[in-house]
């Protein structure tokens, strides 16, 4: 669930952070770890990351704000510019907003804070790393990287769901399609050609008349059903407990584990070769990752903070695989800890695009087979009488 947190800002004043949590007190202490001192605490307030991301195009931004700085003029300068050429009024106010307080004097990265409706608190640390080193043309590159490959992957997982979804969609419809108007029709012929049927052709002609009689009922009552499931499900703890069914099994959940700490790698790596440090770094994703994870980096965190080294720490408390623990010790060992929490999370990445398209390939012949057996076996029951019919005859 997202909450939206006010917390008191460096310079006095409020600023708002939006982050996931199973409930407000588990927002709270995600805000508190992160170095904040909380206000309040409230359900809702901003859409998700990528809803967010759809509104302000903070991936477009990057790239324009790079191109420009790239080409020597100041940052001033440059965010004027994408103001006059932006016709969005939501875009345009929003770099109004960040001209205006730059012009009063505020770092960039103070003002971005004060906008969590488009900036998320990873763009917000990397820009304010940067301010540190003065190197916002690296750090700029650095999230176009990271966004782009999340952006990639995020096309991959969607792409490779259309297909069953549309499979299922067009069967479904086939099946509505004969139960509701062919099934009826056969209902009749039979009801004036007399004879006994067989119990399943009955059946079925039953289940088609009580369809042609109390369709729009059956349809309001689908539609109420559909409603009464989604307000269910939008219960935090209705879906909490269902993700921690789906995480129990046993090929899904490492497959969501893997995925989750691939996202985990590749923000670590991006802080970290921004110049965070490596705790603050490990505060910062708590929100990113899933609720089952949450308390496992905690412990993680607490260990590094205490010597103890980050291979060790992770792999102590489950949030490691071999080929990230092996390439965790190389970096530790060689000092690019960022560069090689990258390569795991490309690593992991296109092994689970690898296996998403290997299940993709495997279940749509199977959704095919299932679909087309359902409808075979539609359409034998509504002629099987008559072939029995036929048969008499002869």
């Given at each position: 669930?997202?909450?939206?947190?006010?917390?008191?800002?460096?310079?006095?004043?409020?600023?708002?952070?939006?982050?996931?949590?199973?409930?407000?007190?588990?927002?709270?202490?995600?805000?508190?770890?992160?170095?904040?001192?909380?206000?309040?605490?409230?359900?809702?307030?901003?859409?998700?990351?990528?809803?967010?991301?759809?509104?302000?195009?903070?991936?477009?931004?990057?790239?324009?704000?790079?191109?420009?700085?790239?080409?020597?003029?100041?940052?001033?300068?440059?965010?004027?510019?994408?103001?006059?050429?932006?016709?969005?009024?939501?875009?345009?106010?929003?770099?109004?907003?960040?001209?205006?307080?730059?012009?009063?004097?505020?770092?960039?990265?103070?003002?971005?804070?004060e906008?969590?409706?488009?900036?998320?608190?990873?763009?917000?640390?990397?820009?304010?790393?940067?301010?540190?080193?003065?190197?916002?043309?690296e750090?700029?590159?650095?999230f176009?990287?990271?966004?782009?490959?999340?952006?990639?992957?995020?096309?991959?997982?969607?792409?490779?769901?259309?297909?069953?979804?549309?499979?299922?969609?067009?069967?479904?419809?086939?099946?509505?399609?004969?139960?509701?108007?062919?099934?009826?029709r056969?209902?009749?012929?039979?009801?004036?050609?007399?004879?006994?049927?067989?119990?399943?052709?009955?059946?079925?002609?039953?289940?088609?008349?009580?369809?042609?009689?109390?369709?729009?009922?059956?349809?309001?009552?689908?539609?109420?059903?559909?409603?009464?499931?989604?307000?269910?499900?939008?219960?935090?703890?209705?879906?909490?407990?269902?993700?921690?069914?789906?995480?129990?099994?046993?090929?899904?959940?490492?497959?969501?584990?893997?995925?989750?700490?691939?996202r985990?790698?590749?923000?670590?790596?991006?802080?970290?070769r921004?110049?965070?440090?490596?705790?603050?770094?490990?505060?910062?994703?708590?929100?990113?990752?899933?609720?089952?994870?949450?308390?496992?980096?905690?412990?993680?965190?607490?260990?590094?903070?205490?010597?103890?080294?980050?291979?060790?720490?992770?792999?102590?408390?489950?949030?490691?695989?071999?080929?990230?623990?092996?390439?965790?010790?190389?970096?530790?060992?060689?000092?690019?800890?960022?560069?090689?929490?990258?390569?795991i999370?490309?690593?992991?990445?296109?092994?689970?695009?690898?296996?998403?398209?290997?299940?993709?390939?495997?279940?749509?012949?199977?959704?095919?087979?299932?679909?087309?057996?359902?409808?075979?076996?539609?359409?034998?029951?509504?002629?099987?009488?008559?072939?029995?019919?036929a048969?008499?005859?002869?």
């Open positions: 669930m997202l909450f939206r947190v006010k917390t008191m800002a460096d310079a006095g004043g409020v600023g708002v952070l939006a982050l996931q949590a199973r409930d407000a007190e588990e927002a709270a202490a995600l805000a508190r770890r992160q170095g904040h001192v909380v206000l309040s605490v409230a359900r809702g307030g901003f859409a998700p990351f990528g809803a967010r991301a759809a509104r302000f195009p903070l991936l477009l931004f990057s790239q324009e704000l790079l191109a420009l700085l790239e080409s020597g003029i100041s940052v001033v300068e440059a965010i004027e510019t994408l103001a006059e050429k932006e016709a969005r009024p939501t875009v345009r106010n929003a770099l109004a907003t960040i001209l205006g307080r730059l012009r009063e004097g505020s770092t960039l990265s103070n003002v971005l804070s906008m969590p409706e488009h900036f998320p608190d990873l763009f917000v640390a990397t820009i304010r790393a940067s301010e540190r080193t003065s190197d916002l043309d750090s700029l590159r650095r176009i990287a990271y966004q782009t490959q999340l952006d990639a992957l995020r096309s991959k997982l969607v792409s490779a769901a259309i297909y069953p979804l549309l499979l299922i969609g067009v069967g479904g419809l086939v099946i509505i399609f004969l139960l509701g108007f062919v099934v009826p056969f209902a009749h012929i039979y009801e004036d050609m007399g004879g006994e049927l067989p119990w399943l052709s009955q059946l079925l002609i039953e289940w088609g008349g009580l369809i042609e009689e109390h369709g729009l009922v059956a349809l309001a009552a689908l539609i109420g059903a559909g409603i009464g499931l989604y307000k269910v499900f939008q219960r935090p703890a209705i879906r909490a407990r269902l993700g921690e069914m789906v995480w129990r099994l046993p090929k899904i959940g490492e497959r969501l584990r893997v995925f989750h700490l691939a985990c790698y590749r923000t670590l790596g991006m802080l970290l921004g110049g965070i440090p490596i705790v603050p770094a490990l505060e910062m994703i708590e929100g990113l990752l899933a609720a089952t994870l949450r308390p496992q980096l905690a412990k993680s965190t607490a260990d590094v903070r205490q010597g103890i080294p980050i291979s060790q720490a992770m792999d102590g408390h489950g949030l490691t695989t071999p080929v990230a623990l092996r390439l965790l010790r190389v970096g530790e060992q060689a000092g690019n800890m960022g560069e090689m929490m990258e390569r999370a490309t690593f992991h990445d296109e092994e689970t695009a690898r296996w998403t398209e290997l299940v993709v390939r495997l279940f749509g012949p199977l959704l095919m087979l299932i679909i087309g057996v359902l409808i075979g076996i539609i359409v034998v029951l509504l002629y099987l009488p008559i072939f029995q019919l048969e008499n005859i002869r």
